[in-house]
């Protein structure tokens, strides 16, 4: 398994690559894991946030990094190695960092 990152301008560019591939349901709804015929998991993260660099300070005076939002609709899949290039390939990223990732990968 190989683990993706994936981020669309919006939530509708997001479920219209998922549709293109067929990863939604006849309610239109995405299909977040399957076994068949190709095997994959994925996460959606909407309001994922990464740190801008700046420290901020709250009131007892303890230090904590401010964070901003990253633009676009971030989801993350785990797909069979063999079909991972092309799964979902219009949106798929390279973070430098990841913020997140699926324990093991």
């Given amino acids: ?27 239109g ?4 894991k399957s076994l068949s015929p190709i095997r994959y998991d994925i996460i959606t993260l909407p309001n994922l946030q990464k740190p801008t660099g700046e420290t901020l300070t709250d009131e007892d005076g303890n230090e904590y990094p401010e964070m901003e939002v990253i633009e676009g609709y971030c989801a993350m899949a785990l797909v069979e ?25």
Avoid: H, R, W
């Fill in 81 to 105: 190695d063999d079909y991972a290039e092309d799964f979902l390939s219009s949106i798929q990223v390279e973070p430098e960092s990841p913020v997140i990732k699926f324990a093991g990968y």
């Fill in 1 to 27: 398994m190989k683990q993706i990152y994936l981020n669309a301008t919006d939530e509708s560019a997001f479920l219209e690559a998922c549709s293109d591939q067929g990863l939604l349901n006849d309610d």
């Fill in 29 to 32: 709804e995405l299909i977040k």
